[in-house]
């Protein structure tokens, strides 16, 4: 840990300042060399220019190295040894302003040397020590923006956030976003979480003639609030972070005028360990670079002392801001916040959020996000549950930044879980989604009101009024919402077939009281009327995005570099119309503006409206930046869901695909540690892909199947999303057999989810498509898949009660199984069995027996008598024999299944349960109740046993025992198990 040197400078006595060193005098400096050097330092030429700041670091030097010389032995030791040694330096008021960070031995010694200097503010600190932790760091980011702050300092506190958040998304540091700018806001947050370890508020620092410096940070309302140390400091009492960073031009610095110490100094002397601040002004892109240094190397377990000195040498070269970086502090040993070493943690939010993000088109946050503050706070209002409604919705032209809003607000929500869903909506989705989430949460309450067989509305409704409510906080977000709406006159309406999707959610959002929201992003507002209310009027926030101006207009503009160039700015500006995406896109023009015929494209544009403007000037871009980059868009718009970078291999990805990316015609989402996917951006996918000819699409349809029918057979994990698209796109080129093979395992998952209705309308749109000719060319090359599909599209209609039209499809299945797998397979037994069980559906259990007993035959040949499989197929035909009258028929063949359960599965066992619940049915058909509660008794005792009392199939036993209680005649004691 090195060790601890203090500078002490005093008061002027007699003309002369004593210095000591470890609380010993060292020797006397002439006042009239101290008020020289502050003099000097008055003049501000250190601020920019190395050679003055080392002139003045040398005089300084020199001044506290007399006598002994114990500073020279101080850094030479540092310089052999290696050994860190931090020096905390105290002088009166009057000497504050002294840039003792320059000191100076013909090198920068804070940048050369393993010194660290540390103003010291009082000496309070040694009885209590920091202990470092073994989790990760907490911190809360706090910008004040002041509405009526003039422009031009506005701060721009996004890019340092978003720096903040880069730099530390891979280290052990949980950011928190405090998003109010007040002092409020800051109380609450403190106060939630016990306390952080490290506080940083970024803004301006003002003086008040009455209060002294002040932080100037905003009130209810969002105005500017002058904010002394003390009022800060009561804000903070109860949990005083680690670190204080005061990011804002001369926090560090004091206000000479009226003999005042700086803000930072302030609250160092009121209770806060180390505290941060600038001695001077200080450029945003300085401190951003700076702070994000700092607060990493904090987080993998330096000091605070070795986070400054890395910070000081990562932009030592620029030479400024490094020196006006200051540390003020008390006398406590600096030890690592947290114990260096520790396994990471992933807990940055807006990584987590990436990934939750996957397949939604949504930016979280990307570079160059601007303004915006009083919509998040707004947004974070509702959110939060301080407004009066707990939905949001956020509308405004294609490319003003929807999506970019709300992933900053979902950024300050980390603790609420997010579903997303893009687009076209419907009810599988959302059933799909949900069940998801409640799956990875191991909710089982949600789970089963998911895989219920209510209605979908009851199933949303049961979920806001239960699960969402009271277990899990939950934003549900629906993105381009657009697409789910129909125009009349100036009005939108949802479409007909969204309308039972979409209704549910708002009218039961309210019932969740905040724990649980519902997010809509879409250009247009829209009406859903429900008895005379418009839901989305009572229900919903409105969030209009305006185009930029003022200051964020200033901000997004100085990022457009090649626009600021131009002597055409006013045009592109004009063109732009304060929308970020149109305005990137005007700058990409303006950096090569001469490839270009900008009076031709002005005349295009004169008078046109968002989304045209978008579409031409997406076209012109790609037509014009690169040969080829063109084609290579049009073709990558066959993607309608984001896919990795091997989708684009074979028409130019390897190629072009960077540059779309820096365009912004594609989108490109950061799934986490470094693993991407792209899209062509949704505004302008349709018109790029509209400029295919159809012997082309085709053609790209037939290399999207191909992708994603490798990449499903490559994964590990299902992606339900990407079968769909799998099947669209074998579909589109009239690849039936390949449309089969995906539909099926689609469809298996919907019946496992009990979404019987939504399997078969997938499955259908494949159904209607294999014709004789598909039937026939799967018997000739033998191709299971067809059948397997034929199979699966049969079980949806007899789920669902069409047991008719079932079995002309198990039949179908059936012909093609037995010319791929002849007579003797269990897939043609499987055939027979569902036939079978078709028939009987339908009352017909002569033929159900006849089917039955062919699948028996198999799978006795196949399996031998002793098989879990041979007896279900007894206990079929045996129940079949049951509802033809037969029941000592039944009986013979359900306890020869009974038999081979015992003997395979043991007698605790819930198929044990089962065949003796239907011989006891048996038995009860045939008018003897004694022996039929005897075996119903039987099947009861393994039922508790195995699942308890509160399951439907134990309701099931007690029913049928009072049933044979009641035709015994003993209705009192039948009434007691109904």
């Known amino acids: 840990m090195g060790y601890n040197v203090t500078l002490k400078i005093s008061d002027a006595v007699n003309g002369q300042r004593a210095v000591y060193i470890n609380g010993v005098l060292s020797h006397h400096v002439a006042e009239d060399e101290v008020s020289k050097l502050l003099t000097e330092t008055s003049y501000n030429l250190w601020r920019a220019d190395p050679g003055s700041g080392a002139a003045i670091g040398m005089q300084l030097y020199n001044l506290l190295n007399r006598g002994k010389g114990t500073l020279?032995?101080?850094?030479?030791?540092?310089?052999?040894?290696?050994?860190?040694?931090?020096?905390?330096?105290?002088?009166?008021?009057?000497?504050?302003?002294?840039?003792?960070?320059?000191?100076?031995?013909?090198?920068?010694?804070?940048?050369?040397?393993?010194?660290?200097?540390?103003?010291?503010?009082?000496?309070?600190?040694?009885?209590?020590?920091?202990?470092?932790?073994?989790?990760?760091?907490?911190?809360?980011?706090?910008?004040?923006?002041?509405?009526?702050?003039?422009?031009?300092?506005?701060?721009?506190?996004?890019?340092?956030?978003?720096?903040?958040?880069?730099?530390?998304?891979?280290?052990?540091?949980?950011?928190?976003?405090?998003?109010?700018?007040?002092?409020?806001?800051?109380?609450?947050?403190?106060?939630?979480?016990?306390?952080?370890?490290?506080?940083?508020?970024?803004?301006?620092?003002?003086?008040?003639?009455?209060?002294?410096?002040?932080?100037?940070?905003?009130?209810?309302?969002?105005?500017?609030?002058?904010v002394s140390p003390a009022m800060l400091w009561g804000a903070i009492e109860y949990y005083p972070p680690k670190v204080l960073f005061i990011s804002g031009c001369s926090t560090g610095s004091a206000y000479e005028k009226v003999s005042s110490e700086s803000f930072a100094y302030k609250m160092a002397q009121k209770g806060v360990k180390w505290v941060l601040g600038w001695g001077l002004p200080v450029s945003d892109e300085g401190s951003a670079l700076v702070v994000a240094e700092v607060y990493r190397s904090l987080s993998v377990g330096m000091g605070i002392n070795y986070a400054v000195q890395r910070a000081r040498r990562l932009i030592g070269n620029s030479y400024h801001p490094w020196p006006l970086l200051r540390l003020f502090g008390d006398t406590s040993p600096i030890v690592p916040l947290v114990a260096p070493g520790l396994p990471i943690r992933y807990v940055n939010p807006v990584k987590s959020r990436h990934k939750t993000l996957q397949?939604?088109?949504?930016?979280?946050?990307?570079?160059?996000?601007?303004?915006?503050?009083?919509?998040?706070?707004?947004?974070?209002?509702?959110?939060?549950?301080?407004?009066?409604?707990?939905?949001?919705?956020?509308?405004?032209?294609?490319?003003?930044?929807?999506?970019?809003?709300?992933?900053?607000?979902?950024?300050?929500?980390?603790?609420?879980?997010?579903?997303?869903?893009?687009?076209?909506?419907?009810?599988?989705?959302?059933?799909?989604?949900?069940?998801?989430?409640?799956?990875?949460?191991?909710?089982?309450?949600?789970?089963?009101?998911?895989?219920?067989?209510?209605?979908?509305?009851?199933?949303?409704?049961?979920?806001?009024?239960?699960?969402?409510?009271?277990?899990?906080?939950?934003?549900?977000?629906?993105?381009?919402?657009?697409?789910?709406?129909?125009?009349?006159?100036?009005?939108?309406?949802?479409?007909?077939?969204?309308?039972?999707?979409?209704?549910?959610?708002?009218?039961?959002v309210d019932w969740a009281e905040g724990n649980s929201n519902i997010v809509i992003t879409s250009r247009y507002n829209f009406i859903l009327e429900r008895y005379g209310e418009d839901l989305a009027a009572t229900r919903l926030y409105d969030l209009t995005l305006r185009s930029f101006d003022g200051a964020d207009l200033n901000k997004k503009t100085k990022d457009l570099t090649s626009i600021a160039k131009s002597k055409h700015a006013d045009l592109y500006l004009k063109y732009g119309g304060g929308n970020p995406r149109l305005l990137e896109w005007l700058d990409v023009i303006a950096k090569d503006e001469d490839k270009y015929d900008l009076k031709a494209l002005e005349a295009r544009l004169q008078d046109?409206?968002?989304?045209?403007?978008?579409?031409?000037?997406?076209?012109?871009?790609?037509?014009?930046?690169?040969?080829?980059?063109?084609?290579?868009?049009?073709?990558?718009?066959?993607?309608?869901?984001?896919?990795?970078?091997?989708?684009?291999?074979?028409?130019?990805?390897?190629?072009?695909?960077?540059?779309?990316?820096?365009?912004?015609?594609?989108?490109?989402?950061?799934?986490?540690?470094?693993?991407?996917?792209?899209?062509?951006?949704?505004?302008?996918?349709?018109?790029?892909?509209?400029?295919?000819?159809?012997?082309?699409?085709?053609?790209?349809?037939?290399?999207?199947?191909?992708?994603?029918?490798?990449?499903?057979?490559?994964?590990?994990?299902?992606?339900?999303?990407?079968?769909?698209?799998?099947?669209?796109?074998?579909?589109?080129?009239?690849?039936?057999?390949?449309?089969?093979?995906?539909?099926?395992?689609?469809?298996?998952?919907?019946?496992e989810m009990v979404l019987y209705r939504q399997g078969r309308a997938i499955m259908e749109r494949v159904a209607v498509r294999v014709s004789d000719a598909v039937i026939d060319e799967a018997k000739a090359t033998k191709d299971g898949k067809v059948s397997d599909f034929i199979h699966e599209y049969a079980l949806s209609l007899d789920t669902l009660g069409d047991s008719k039209q079932a079995i002309e499809f198990y039949k179908k299945a059936l012909a093609i199984r037995l010319e791929v797998y002849g007579e003797r397979h269990l897939s043609v037994a499987q055939s027979y069995n569902n036939i079978g069980f078709a028939w009987n559906e339908l009352g017909d259990s002569k033929q159900a027996i006849a089917f039955l007993e062919k699948a028996l035959a198999i799978q006795l040949e196949v399996y031998g008598e002793r098989h879990p499989s041979v007896a279900t197929s007894y206990n079929n035909i045996g129940f079949a024999w049951n509802e033809l009258g037969d029941s000592k028929q039944a009986i013979t063949f359900l306890e020869k299944a009974l038999t081979i359960r015992r003997e395979v599965c043991g007698e605790k066992h819930k198929s044990v349960a089962t065949s003796y619940d239907n011989i006891g049915n048996a038995w009860y058909s045939l008018g003897d109740s004694k022996q039929a509660i005897e075996f119903i008794e039987k099947a009861l005792a393994i039922r508790l046993e195995v699942y308890g009392e509160k399951h439907p199939s134990v309701a099931t036993s007690y029913n049928n025992i009072g049933l044979a209680l009641y035709s015994l005649g003993d209705s009192r004691q039948a009434i007691t198990h109904l």
């Open 608 to 751: 046109k409206q968002d989304e045209f403007i978008h579409e031409y000037l997406a076209d012109v871009i790609a037509a014009t930046v690169r040969e080829g980059f063109h084609r290579f868009i049009q073709k990558a718009a066959v993607y309608r869901e984001p896919v990795d970078a091997t989708a684009f291999e074979g028409f130019g990805g390897d190629e072009f695909l960077a540059t779309g990316v820096d365009l912004t015609l594609i989108e490109r989402e950061d799934l986490s540690r470094g693993e991407f996917v792209y899209l062509v951006t949704p505004v302008i996918r349709d018109a790029m892909w509209g400029k295919l000819t159809h012997e082309e699409q085709l053609e790209m349809h037939g290399h999207a199947y191909q992708w994603y029918d490798s990449w499903i057979s490559a994964s590990h994990e299902p992606n339900y999303r990407y079968m769909e698209e799998a099947v669209y796109h074998a579909l589109e080129t009239g690849n039936i057999c390949g449309a089969c093979w995906h539909a099926a395992v689609l469809g298996r998952y919907f019946d």
């Open 359 to 508: 397949g939604s088109n949504v930016r979280v946050l990307e570079t160059g996000f601007v303004g915006r503050r009083r919509y998040v706070q707004r947004g974070v209002s509702v959110l939060g549950g301080t407004a009066d409604r707990y939905g949001l919705l956020v509308r405004g032209p294609a490319g003003i930044g929807k999506s970019c809003l709300v992933g900053k607000l979902v950024e300050r929500f980390a603790d609420k879980e997010l579903v997303v869903f893009h687009g076209v909506v419907s009810d599988a989705d959302v059933i799909l989604k949900l069940g998801k989430l409640l799956d990875r949460k191991l909710n089982m309450a949600g789970l089963e009101i998911i895989k219920s067989d209510m209605q979908y509305e009851d199933k949303i409704k049961h979920l806001f009024s239960s699960v969402f409510k009271d277990q899990l906080s939950t934003i549900i977000y629906f993105d381009d919402f657009e697409q789910n709406l129909d125009r009349h006159g100036n009005e939108y309406y949802l479409k007909p077939e969204a309308i039972d999707i979409i209704r549910p959610f708002l009218e039961a």
């Open 72 to 226: 020279k032995g101080i850094v030479a030791n540092a310089r052999t040894s290696g050994e860190h040694t931090s020096l905390y330096i105290q002088a009166p008021y009057e000497l504050t302003q002294l840039p003792f960070e320059l000191l100076n031995n013909g090198k920068f010694v804070l940048l050369n040397y393993n010194v660290h200097l540390i103003r010291l503010v009082e000496d309070r600190g040694e009885l209590s020590p920091v202990v470092p932790k073994r989790e990760p760091l907490r911190m809360l980011f706090m910008a004040c923006s002041p509405v009526d702050l003039p422009a031009k300092n506005v701060p721009d506190f996004e890019k340092e956030e978003e720096r903040i958040f880069s730099s530390v998304s891979s280290y052990n540091i949980d950011m928190r976003i405090e998003d109010m700018g007040n002092l409020e806001g800051l109380k609450r947050a403190n106060i939630a979480v016990g306390g952080f370890d490290i506080i940083h508020i970024t803004g301006h620092i003002g003086f008040n003639e009455d209060m002294g410096p002040v932080f100037w940070m905003e009130d209810e309302v969002g105005k500017l609030h002058d």
